[in-house]
Nanobody, 122 residues
């Protein structure tokens, strides 16, 4: 079982940037595909981005493509989500996800952390 700890959320104005971090408590981080989901108040969880264990493959939701960048450093057991040009509709709790067997996707959610709140003011 992997334990995931997110950080980096906060309050930012529209157009601003934030960088979320996720630290995985595992023996070997490279064994896991990882990704991000978000859930807005009253909404369903939404897939945001995913990255393969090697970092060679990344996938983004259309709503964040071109604005968000997912990356990882397996030696540091850390994944990041750089969020630029933030919009009020990006407001949500962001969850880090990890899966040992398959790429994270909208239908493959894996294990989640506790989340970090992002609020984008207009």
């Amino acid at each position: 079982q992997v334990q995931l700890d997110e950080s980096g959320g906060g309050l930012v104005q529209a157009g601003g940037s934030l960088r979320l971090s996720c630290v995985a408590s595992v023996t070997t981080a490279s064994s896991y595909a990882m990704g991000w989901f978000r859930q807005a108040p009253g909404g369903e969880p939404e897939f945001v981005a995913a990255i393969a264990w090697s970092g060679a493959t990344t996938v983004y939701a259309d709503s964040v493509k071109g604005r968000f960048t997912i990356s990882r450093d397996n030696a540091k057991k850390t994944m990041w989500l750089q969020m630029n040009s933030l919009k009020p509709e990006d407001t949500a709790v962001y969850y880090c996800a990890a899966d040992r067997h398959q790429m994270i996707s909208s239908t493959r959610r894996g294990n989640w952390g506790r989340g970090t709140q992002v609020i984008v003011s207009s």
